[in-house]
């Protein structure tokens, strides 16, 4: 019997399915980031525009789910009919969660304040029954 694609990658790993599940959440987090930085964004487009990102990242192998959310408080208004905004990592709040074999690992990433920096992180990390 021949192996499933998930089993044929997974002999590509040396780690528990903890660490992969982490490394994955990381993946994810980094491809919204460097994906749709810079992105123009406005008021009347940031809800399509988080359900897009979204959308992208849903299609990615072993996504449970993701919550995009941009942050309304940083947009500003149009200055004129030819100035826009571009999405920032200050704008994002993102969390991710993903599921490898028994394990659940959520990633988030956020501006913080005190760090002047959108940080990606582990939030949480699970071992599930199932």
């Not at 123009?40 to 449970?64: M, T, W, Y």
């Not at 659940?104 to 940080?119: F, N, Q, T």
């Amino acid at each position: 019997m021949r192996a499933s694609r998930e089993e044929q990658a997974a002999s590509y790993f040396r780690c528990t399915d903890r660490e992969r599940a982490a490394f994955e959440a990381g993946i994810k987090l980094a491809a919204v980031y460097h994906q749709f930085i810079g992105t123009p964004v406005s008021a009347s487009n940031a809800d399509s525009l988080e359900r897009a990102i979204e959308e992208g990242v849903k299609v990615q192998p072993f996504v449970e789910s993701i919550e995009v959310k941009i942050r309304r408080d940083r947009l500003r208004m149009k200055r004129n009919e030819y100035d826009y905004q571009s999405l920032t990592g200050e704008m994002l709040d993102v969390k991710v969660s993903i599921r490898i074999g028994k394990v659940r690992a959520v990633g988030e990433m956020r501006y913080l304040e005190d760090i002047k920096y959108p940080l990606m992180y582990v939030s949480s990390i699970e071992e599930l029954d199932q």
